[in-house]
């Protein structure tokens, strides 16, 4: 059971936006900052969104992050094929002393 | 550009141990916050603890304390993480991460190393 909840899977068709969730408590992502990672298949993640809205130099700008109170969101716009790929966000937790995940989302591209 | 390259994957008995290194190339290491994170076939991802090289003090969430053991050696730029008292629910890949600080992201990650428990 993951202290971030995500939706198990997202999917869209290419052009498409999608959206994917991130719902957490005050002692993570209320009072911390989100950040979204990239799992593609057989790799390691890769940072995509840090600071609830930034991107990291090199990662496009159709993606983009946002927060309100518990919860955060990451958005893709022009969704591409090569999107296809597991996302997680996470956030440091006070309570817990440490770094938290979401279980993740699937990211299907039809 | 910083550099993170494991070891290669383990096969382990239920019961033993397991250490997997982290050696880091191409950026600054001992002041960097030196992370492990876990992920069993086909779940998400988990924290397992991380030290910062030049404090040699390392930090657990209460799940991992006195199982699993982070240390750093910088002369050699290298973290470890050793996992004691394996179980089959320990199976999983295990990847370093280096972030700038404790509240800082994971910008780098290393390759992964798969760690099978299994008798």
């Known amino acids: 059971q993951s202290v971030l909840t995500q939706p198990p899977s997202a999917s869209g068709t290419p052009g498409q936006r999608v959206t994917i969730s991130c719902s957490g408590s005050n002692s993570n992502i209320g009072s911390k900052y989100v950040f979204w990672y990239q799992q593609l298949p057989g790799t390691a993640p890769k940072l995509l969104i840090y600071r609830n809205s930034q991107r990291p130099s090199g990662v496009p700008d159709r993606f983009s992050g946002s927060k309100s109170g518990t919860s955060a969101s990451l958005a893709i716009s022009g969704l591409r094929s090569e999107d296809e790929a597991d996302y997680y966000c996470a956030a440091w937790d006070d309570s817990l002393s440490g770094w938290v995940f979401g279980g993740g989302t699937k990211l299907t591209v039809l | 550009q910083v550099q993170l390259v494991q070891s290669g994957a383990e096969m382990k008995k239920p019961g033993s141990s397991v250490k997997v290194s982290c050696k880091a190339s191409g950026g600054i290491f001992s002041t960097y916050a030196v992370s492990w994170v876990r992920q069993a076939p086909g779940q998400g991802l988990e924290w397992m603890g991380g030290?910062?090289?030049?404090?040699?003090?390392?930090t657990y969430p209460q799940k991992f304390q006195g199982r699993a053991t982070i240390t750093a050696d910088e002369s050699t730029t290298t973290a470890y993480m050793e996992l004691s008292s394996l179980r089959s629910e320990d199976t999983a890949v295990y990847y370093c991460a280096i972030a700038a600080g404790w509240y800082d992201p994971f910008i780098y990650w290393g390759q992964g190393t798969l760690v099978t428990v299994s008798s």
């Open positions: 030290i910062i090289p030049a404090s040699a003090t390392a």
